[in-house]
């Protein structure tokens, strides 16, 4: 349900944000610190792992492979505009569902944090590997898992909002 966008919601969703930034970033700086590259640590058996991989590409290893020297640029690039359009929402609409500005905050929070890994170093980590016996999704990150759940609060919120 809409309601009136005011102050206090758009520092609620900042404070989400930055805490989907913080809590991304310290994630992978203690995977990079305590578990070597390529390593695999089990948590849960048959399940789920952590296994640090860094990524140079885009979502799920997209151009991960490409030599060209403008990749990492180009990411940034198209990432920088898509976080300004995220904002624009957020900061622009007056009538926003609770649950859409939550998505947009978990979108921001995600995605900063990403874009961050790949002004500093050309690179995000990723480490969660979730499978099922041969099965395994793409490793990914806790930005990562923000930005899609994210996203599913968005479809939610123009799924079902009045």
Do not use: C
């Not at 170093?121 to 016996?133: H, M, P, Q, S």
Request: overall charge neutral; proline content about 4%; cysteine-free.
């Amino acid at each position: 349900m809409p309601f009136r966008v005011n102050r206090f919601s758009r520092a609620i969703w900042v404070v989400i944000a930055a805490g989907i930034f913080v809590a991304d970033q310290v994630t992978k700086a203690l995977v990079e610190a305590l578990i070597p590259e390529h390593a695999t640590v089990p948590v849960i058996p048959h399940f789920l792992n952590l296994d640090h991989t860094t990524n140079p590409g885009a979502v799920f290893g997209l151009f991960s492979d490409s030599p060209s020297p403008l990749k990492t640029v180009l990411l940034i690039v198209v990432s920088s505009l898509l976080l300004a359009l995220v904002i624009g929402l957020m900061w622009r609409s007056q009538h926003l569902g609770r649950v859409g500005g939550v998505g947009l905050a978990l979108i921001l929070g995600g995605a900063l944090s990403n874009l961050f890994d790949r002004i500093r170093v050309g690179r995000v980590v990723d480490f969660l590997d979730v499978y099922y016996r041969g099965y395994h999704w793409y490793t990914f990150n806790l930005a990562d898992a923000s930005i899609v759940v994210g996203a599913g609060f968005l479809v939610f919120e123009l799924l079902f909002r009045d």
